[in-house]
């Protein structure tokens, strides 16, 4: 699978719907400070259920929708979507006879978050079952952020070992044992 769109609108910066095509396996963001750059990986892992407000850079869950600027006014909801090339078939299980894969999460002002893959309202873990064991996740070591490299290099053991395990694909299989034992 490979990501290559990734669809904006009333995310932060974002006001307007905006699609980013991400055309080869080495895409490079650039541009001055403060134009959005981060805002973008923040989609990402906002789309793959990342919510806690200080991992995105805020103080609220609310504060990824557009709050409005000197000649904007705010919007009532923020949306990301990311398209997902499955051509290749790689992906297996419900999704897996789908050429391309589309994950969308929406938040309104008011609500809580919304989750679809192509289009079908689905649970937020049901976007973590696709990823779980891929090390995409909100969470996961596929994005490396600014002070991630320490955090693994300082992480204690217990820490480490759930890095490990992710990069071994054994993650998805501990997290169904815990459903299992939770029934
Ligand atoms: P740098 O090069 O400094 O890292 P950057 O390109 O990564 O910059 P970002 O941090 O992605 O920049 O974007 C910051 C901008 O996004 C700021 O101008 C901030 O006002 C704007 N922003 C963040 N959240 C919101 C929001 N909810 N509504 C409107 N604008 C927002
Ligand atoms: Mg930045």
Not at 7 to 33: C, M, R, Y
Not at 106 to 112: L, N
Not at 157 to 171: C, D, K, N, T, V
Request: glycine share 12%; aromatic share 8%.
């Amino acid at each position: 699978m490979r990501l290559s769109e990734i669809k904006l609108a009333g995310f932060k910066s974002f006001v307007d719907p905006t699609v980013i095509p991400l055309p080869g396996n080495l895409v490079g963001i650039v541009g001055p400070n403060g134009c959005g750059k981060s805002n973008v990986i923040d989609a990402v892992r906002w789309v793959l259920g990342e919510s806690r407000a200080s991992a995105l850079r805020g103080e609220s869950l609310q504060d990824v929708i557009f709050n409005g600027s000197a000649k904007r006014a705010s919007v009532g909801r923020a949306s990301v979507e990311l398209v997902f090339d499955n051509s290749a078939g790689k992906l297996a299980g419900q999704w897996g006879k789908y050429g391309q894969i589309a994950i969308k999460r929406i938040i309104q002002k008011a609500g809580e978050s919304t989750y679809y893959i192509n289009n079908i309202h689905v649970r937020r873990r049901d976007v973590a079952d696709i990823f779980l064991g891929t090390g995409v996740s909100g969470r996961g070591y596929a994005i490396i952020e600014q002070g991630m490299i320490s955090r693994v290099i300082e992480a204690k053991p217990q820490e480490l070992r759930a890095f490990l395990e992710e990069a071994a694909g054994i993650s998805r299989y501990r997290e169904r044992r815990h459903e299992s034992e939770l029934r």
